[in-house]
């Protein structure tokens, strides 16, 4: 008499049967969670190389930035997720970092600006906002022989009051901006000039190190034994 191997009941096999047609759902929400486990991996492993590799001044300001996408249903043939730096109208999301494009604000903050370092944000009277009211050349009148003998005129002024004012032009080896004047000289608080960015990829760098088929292979397997019923 031949060895039974294998024992099925009536009940066994209607449970096999759903199984087999739930699974396209079953599969479909494994696709689904390996993305999504994927670009939160991604996004975290994101924001640590900008802070290894970049001046942070507000790490709350990074997490806000970068963003995860989710993708939804189960629909694999179509699911997808994604993970980036936002661009809003004041920052442009790390590209000039990324790809080493010329920066794309034409106000560069100096160190003066910065009480000193690199790491501090912008003293807020160093901004160029309305309520700041920086002086203008235009704010004066002022009798002069010529364009150039006005603005000396005008910075003279500037020095004398001790005032914050805008630079029209460039005028020797001082060039459009904000400055202020001390006791002493005249100090760049803001530069109006586009600067190129020295090239440091941060994104591509990024998924090729981290995102290794071992770990894609990993989230899978977690993400399929997620989805299985706990009893088939």
Do not use: C
């Not at 599969?27 to 994927?38: C, M, P, Y």
């Not at 640590?48 to 942070?56: L, N, P």
């Not at 930035?65 to 989710?70: G, R, T």
């Not at 000396?152 to 004398?160: A, D, I, P, S």
């Amino acid at each position: 008499m031949p060895k039974q191997e294998f024992s099925f009941s009536a009940a066994d096999l209607i449970l096999l049967r759903k199984f087999y047609k739930r699974s396209p759902n079953i599969f479909g929400r494994s696709v689904i969670g390996t993305l999504n486990t994927l670009a939160f991996d991604t996004r975290k492993n994101l924001i640590e190389r900008i802070d290894d590799q970049m001046v942070i001044r507000d790490k709350k300001f990074i997490n806000r930035q970068m963003k995860v996408l989710q993708a939804r249903g189960t629909d694999i043939q179509s699911a997808q997720s994604e993970v980036g730096s936002v661009r809003t109208n004041r920052f442009t999301g790390w590209t000039e970092q990324e790809f080493g494009l010329q920066k794309g604000s034409n106000r560069t903050l100096t160190l003066m600006a910065r009480r000193g370092s690199a790491q501090n944000k912008a003293s807020p009277s160093a901004r160029a906002k309305p309520s700041n009211n920086f002086a203008k050349i235009s704010d004066f009148k002022i009798k002069a022989k010529s364009r150039r003998h006005r603005l000396t005129v005008f910075l003279q002024m500037m020095g004398q009051q001790k005032r914050r004012f805008i630079m029209p032009r460039r005028r020797g080896k001082m060039i459009r901006g904000i400055y202020k004047a001390t006791s002493k000289k005249l100090v760049s608080l803001q530069r109006f000039e586009h600067k190129k960015v020295v090239k440091n990829p941060w994104m591509e760098p990024t998924i090729e190190a981290k995102i290794t088929p071992q770990i894609m292979r990993n989230i899978w397997a977690n993400n399929i034994s997620r989805a299985l019923p706990r009893r088939l």
